[in-house]
């Protein structure tokens, strides 16, 4: 299994960025996709997770309506798009899929990670 992220880099507040997760090895179903992240200092966090069974996105508080998780099924593909970003969105994010979903984005609830993309946000 394999999970690879990409798109991180320095923007600006207020600025964009698109995340990339391309996965694969996958030989089990899986039912959770998602974003962490961890900045300095803190704990890692659940940004945003897709419940595969239905669909359903969440979002941690602190990203509702500036980010949105998205996937591609034909590419392997999770998108964690970002928009009007804040210093305090600075921090190395993580993609990570679970076999189970727990009805939240956890972390603990993950089994695959790929290696953090770094996204600072400074002007």
């Known amino acids: 299994v394999q999970l690879q992220a990409s798109g991180g880099g320095l923007v600006q507040p207020g600025g964009s960025l698109r995340l990339s997760c391309a996965y694969s090895?996958?030989?089990?179903?899986?039912?959770?996709i998602g974003w962490f992240r961890q900045a300095p200092g803190k704990e890692r966090e659940g940004v945003s997770c897709?419940?595969?069974?239905?669909?359903?996105?969440y979002y941690a508080d602190s990203v509702k309506g500036r980010f949105t998780i998205s996937r591609d099924n034909s590419k392997n593909t999770m998108y964690l798009h970002m928009n009007s970003l804040k210093p305090e969105d600075t921090a190395v994010y993580y993609c990570?899929?679970?076999?189970?979903?727990?009805?939240?984005?956890?972390?603990?609830?993950?089994?695959?990670w790929g290696k953090g993309t770094l996204v600072t946000v400074s002007s």
């Open positions: 990570a899929i679970g076999h189970n979903w727990y009805g939240r984005c956890w972390d603990y609830g993950m089994d695959y």
């Open positions: 897709i419940s595969v069974s239905d669909e359903r996105s």
């Open positions: 090895g996958f030989t089990v179903p899986y039912y959770a």
